[in-house]
């Protein structure tokens, strides 16, 4: 551990005033949570680890010398908004009015699939954040969550995740964005930056390598090297910070190569403070510290936990003050610990405070909110535009959309009348509602079948609705009355997948991890027994995570007619995925993770070197089933006239630009991706990278020029000394509609996952897609260390043709 006492960060006058006027007790008040209403179990070891916390009855005794922030006020219960607004408004200016420094408490709660509380908007997972391949639209559904989450006295959100999928496995896979950095840096920055415009601190999620856990199980270790960490799981942190403004990191629970992150100056100081200039707070995950001794055994009591993560750059202690308050204090007063190290984080924590209006005399002095509306009509709107532009049409022989005249329609499967199916983890009514089985959602959700119902009412369709089976277990009675559904219909609805949840309650979500990709549950044996039947079968995927279903797309026998895949789309989703199955919208979504072939390929992700591939030296094959970037559409697109600069200098900027076409029958939107290769690298580089992207809306037989402004940064990584570079040499530069399209086999469309007989007929086994001719770029110049002036962002352009 550092003995030399830490630099004070530079802040305000009136900031450095109140600091010196504080005694021990008032610091570290201010660097811990207070966790009023513990309701079920949210947390990892919730119930063991928050068991010695005071009673809220006792508050006035419990903030005597202040606090630092309240715990999940709204997001814990179900309270009613008004009357906890009314409540909270009161507490801030008790916190005000009887403690001796008059600082009121800082108020966070989760956001992930908008804000965590009854009978607010549930929007869609991040993943599904991922599949719209759409920042902006990111941006302007965070805008609106911060606008809600402000108006309840709300000042920061434990959000974006940034964690970058590398194994499906992981049960959180539903709270990330996707497999590829740049997609998640993008995305997640866009996050940011719009509930931070309404007021409200974003808290990047989770600072590092928590993806990465070995096999997928939560909290496991993580081998990853330095190089990867550096390469892939930064990258996203880093644009947040430098691009984003993000004033709040949480640590990650995982310890790299046997380091624990919360206890890593490392990365909590060097990286982030040193290296990108980080000046906000960085708070812990829920008893991350209390886990230094109780999880990694790093620390022999919750003091020397304390001391490690203090001095690694852990400011705040959430969810409560088990290590930073007593034992912290103890380890002060004894002298082995210099009283720096709190004057570090109570000088940043209330900088904070300073950014976000808690230190103004008029702070809470304004009424509380009497009417709240936090599922308004500009809340639905964002969810559903989200939704709609999340799914992703995998397969389809022609059956969608459903068109004309239908006599019957059998709509089947676990999930098909069942809203809490569309939700992820972190939705409010699977995180906690579950624990309040009698109580109502408190907002508007339909299942898919009532959207059905409501669709075709009056059409003279019938719809027979039968459950088939349940999300888990292995009870088949279900299959032979969904059987005599099916057989009679013009087509089949089959609705399967995941039920969210936390901690073994759910398939999928924190804590729920798996150790086979198949659809949990008997849900495979009732869609193939239904395909059986003759009866065209739509099979919609309403999951968290990508599973292995090469049986339902690339099978040699009888496989669904379309397989549609939503990630948890939200309240509005049922009427998104219905809109697709009718063609009221085309679909536009794109898969941002690959949907594997099996769990025992797992880690995957397609940045992979050529060796990460199928090969001659080994029988098994990665490839995924559906590539990163897939998504089918009821129109079609071609790319024309793909031109590329000649050679960039190594710190320079490019440009790359197409024709797209619709080439189709109807409207459509297309996301364009435009990927590199470094030819010839001085370590082993990837086969392919996705370098940027744009969606592009045309019109049956219009064109539109697609230009990207790439920064030569894009094709920069870590050399044999960890130092990121850009070294001049040969690279590719190409434009697809998925990451394994290209020229030479896009026309390759044989998915029967026949018998491979070689590497080159792995490596021919594509499915369709559309790819522009590779042009050489080449980068020159001295090599290219990378600075944080460097851009990191692609700006595109779409013109006119």
Same mark, same amino acid.
């Given at each position: 551990m550092p003995t030399a006492p830490p630099a004070p960060p530079r802040v305000s006058e009136r900031v450095r005033a109140l600091h010196a006027s504080m005694t021990l007790e008032e610091k570290l008040a201010q660097l811990v949570g207070y966790w009023l209403d513990q309701n079920g179990t949210v947390a990892p070891m919730q119930s063991e680890m928050a068991s010695g916390q005071k009673d809220s009855g006792q508050l006035p005794e419990i903030t005597r010398h202040g606090l630092g922030h309240y715990t999940r006020v709204y997001g814990t219960r179900p309270v009613d908004p008004v009357e906890r607004a009314a409540w909270l408004w009161a507490e801030q200016r008790r916190l005000k009015r009887e403690t001796r420094l008059g600082i009121p408490a800082l108020v966070h709660e989760e956001c992930l699939t908008g804000l965590a509380a009854w009978k607010a908007a549930t929007y869609p997972t991040p993943l599904a954040w991922g599949a719209t391949f759409d920042p902006e639209l990111v941006h302007e559904a965070a805008r609106a969550i911060g606008d809600s989450m402000r108006e309840l006295g709300i000042h920061q959100g434990l959000a974006p995740v940034l964690d970058v999928i590398g194994d499906p496995r992981w049960g959180r896979v539903d709270e990330c964005i996707g497999e590829d950095p740049y997609l998640v840096g993008t995305v997640g920055t866009a996050y940011v930056r719009g509930l931070q415009e309404a007021g409200v601190h974003a808290t990047l999620k989770h600072f590092v390598g928590y993806s990465a856990s070995a096999a997928g199980r939560n909290h496991a270790p993580v081998s990853a090297g330095p190089r990867e960490i550096a390469d892939v799981y930064l990258p996203p942190f880093e644009m947040a910070v430098r691009d984003g403004g993000v004033r709040s990191v949480m640590n990650a629970y995982v310890a790299i190569d046997d380091v624990p992150v919360a206890g890593s100056p490392r990365y909590l100081h060097d990286v982030l403070r040193e290296q990108w200039g980080f000046d906000g707070v960085v708070v812990a995950d829920y008893f991350a510290v209390a886990f230094l001794e109780v999880m990694h055994a790093v620390a022999a009591d919750r003091g020397e936990a304390?001391?490690?993560?203090?001095?690694?750059?852990?400011?705040?202690?959430?969810?409560?003050?088990?290590?930073?308050?007593?034992?912290?204090?103890?380890?002060?007063?004894?002298?082995?610990?210099?009283?720096?190290w709190v004057d570090r984080a109570v000088l940043r924590a209330l900088a904070q405070k300073e950014e976000l209006g808690l230190l103004d005399p008029e702070a809470f002095e304004d009424e509380p909110p009497s009417v709240v509306d936090l599922d308004s009509p500009r809340q639905r709107a964002l969810a559903r535009r989200l939704a709609e532009e999340s799914v992703v049409l995998l397969g389809n022989d022609g059956v969608?959309?459903?068109?004309?005249?239908?006599?019957?329609?059998?709509?089947?499967?676990?999930?098909?009348?069942?809203?809490?199916?569309?939700?992820?983890?972190?939705?409010?009514?699977?995180?906690?509602?579950?624990?309040?089985?009698?109580?109502?959602?408190?907002?508007?959700?339909?299942s898919v079948l009532e959207v059905l119902e409501?669709?075709? %009412? !009056?059409?003279?369709?019938?719809?027979?609705?039968? =459950? $088939?089976?349940? #999300? *888990?277990?292995?009870?088949?009675?279900?299959?032979?009355?969904a059987v005599a559904a099916v057989e009679g219909a013009d087509v089949a609805i089959v609705v399967v997948?995941?039920? %969210? !949840?936390?901690?073994?309650?759910?398939?999928?979500? =924190? $804590?729920?991890? #798996? *150790?086979t990709l198949d659809l949990p549950g008997v849900q495979r044996e009732l869609v193939q027994t239904l395909v059986a039947t003759g009866t065209p079968v739509v099979m919609v995927l309403l999951t968290g995570r990508p599973y292995a279903i090469s049986w339902a797309l690339d099978g040699d026998g009888q496989r669904p007619a379309a397989v549609v895949q939503s990630f948890f789309p939200g309240e509005c989703g049922a009427e998104a995925i219905v809109d697709v199955l009718t063609g009221a919208v085309n679909p536009s979504g794109r898969l941002p993770v690959s949907l594997p072939r099996a769990a025992g390929a797992q880690p995957y992700r397609y940045l992979r070197p050529i060796l990460g591939g199928p090969s001659d030296v080994t029988a098994t094959d990665p490839t995924p089933v559906r590539p990163f970037g897939f998504g089918l559409s009821y129109t079609s697109f071609a790319y024309s006239d793909l031109t590329v600069a000649d050679e960039v200098d190594t710190a320079g900027t490019f440009e790359a630009a197409?024709?797209?076409?619709?080439?189709?029958?109807?409207?459509?939107?297309?996301?364009?991706?435009?990927?590199?290769?470094?030819?010839?690298?001085?370590?082993?580089?990837?086969?392919?990278?996705?370098?940027?992207?744009?969606?592009?809306?045309?019109?049956?037989?219009?064109s539109r020029r697609v230009t990207f402004r790439v920064p030569a940064m894009r094709f920069a990584f870590s050399d044999a000394r960890l130092v990121r570079i850009v070294e001049p040499g040969a690279t590719e530069v190409w434009v697809a509609s998925h990451s394994s399209a290209s020229a030479a086999t896009a026309e390759v469309t044989d998915t029967t996952g026949g018998a491979i007989r070689s590497a080159k007929d792995r490596a021919q086994r594509q499915v369709p897609g559309t790819a522009t001719p590779r042009r050489a770029l080449a980068l020159t110049g001295p090599v290219h260390e990378v600075t944080g002036d460097d851009p990191r962002m692609v700006e595109v352009k779409v013109t006119a043709v």
């Open positions: 304390a001391a490690l993560a203090l001095v690694a750059g852990i400011d705040i202690e959430l969810p409560t003050g088990d290590a930073y308050l007593e034992p912290l204090a103890e380890r002060v007063r004894a002298g082995q610990l210099d009283v720096a969608l959309p459903l068109a004309g005249p239908l006599g019957r329609v059998a709509v089947v499967g676990p999930n098909a009348a069942r809203p809490e199916a569309l939700m992820g983890c972190y939705s409010f009514a699977n995180h906690v509602l579950a624990h309040h089985p009698d109580l109502p959602l408190g907002f508007e959700i339909r409501q669709t075709y %009412a !009056g059409s003279g369709t019938e719809l027979v609705h039968v =459950e $088939g089976c349940a #999300v *888990e277990g292995k009870d088949t009675s279900g299959f032979t009355e997948g995941d039920q %969210a !949840g936390l901690f073994g309650r759910g398939t999928v979500g =924190e $804590g729920n991890d #798996v *150790e197409v024709t797209v076409t619709n080439t189709g029958a109807i409207a459509g939107t297309d996301t364009v991706q435009l990927y590199g290769r470094d030819l010839v690298g001085s370590i082993v580089r990837p086969v392919a990278q996705l370098l940027g992207y744009g969606r592009v809306e045309l019109e049956p037989g219009e």
